[in-house]
């Protein structure tokens, strides 16, 4: 008997990772502000103004109460920056979670893994941005980001480690055989 108590408590102590959700992002569905905003069917841009308010924003309906992580996958197709790189703020229901730079003359894929306190829903979505953070001066270049076609678009919102229903029950019952157990003296 003591060695099924211990197997209770044992899966009962298992935390589950809420599920992560993955978005289209940036997406023809996303509000972009740059020098152009929809260059082609693949890609946005072209960003180096923070002063115009650069920026690609899109909500998303999202089951999470609640996010701490997200991981960015996107890409730059085209930079002409030179001599200074572009710098960039994301931000999740407006809070910023996290930067990132697009250096001199980059181009190609993009990954972000960013941890940060949770961030609630509002009305069960999300805001999603990446917003411009410094000017670069006319004639010093420009860049865009990819949203459709071959090149990664994709955010995945997760959630913070949260006990499953079934491992409370499993808490529940393995708290109640240590009860019978002790009455018996068998444990």
């Known amino acids: 008997m003591r060695r099924w108590v211990l197997v209770f408590a044992f899966v009962a102590a298992v935390p589950v990772v809420s599920p992560a959700s993955p978005h289209s992002f940036p997406s023809a569905g996303s509000t972009v502000v740059g020098s152009v905003g929809f260059i082609d069917s693949q890609q946005i841009g072209y960003f180096w103004s923070a002063a ?4 690609v924003e899109e909500t998303f309906a999202d089951p ?17 920056l030179s001599p200074n790189p572009l710098e960039w703020d994301v931000l999740i229901n407006s809070t910023v979670v996290g930067d990132f730079q697009i250096g001199v ?32 001066a006319v004639g010093d270049g420009s860049h865009s980001l990819a949203y459709a076609g071959a090149w990664p678009h994709t955010v995945e919102l997760s959630g913070p480690v949260i006990p499953a229903p079934a491992a409370l029950l499993l808490v529940g019952i393995g708290a109640g055989l240590v009860g019978v157990l002790r009455r018996r003296g068998s444990l």
Do not use: C, K
Request: proline share 6%.
């Open 52 to 55: 115009r308010g650069d920026r």
């Open 64 to 80: 999470l109460p609640w996010v701490n992580r997200a991981v960015f996958d996107f890409a730059v197709p085209e930079n002409v």
């Open 105 to 136: 003359r980059f181009a190609g894929d993009m990954h972000l893994d960013l941890s940060f306190a949770p961030v609630a829903n509002i009305g069960g979505q999300y805001t999603v941005a990446f917003v411009v953070t410094n000017e670069v």
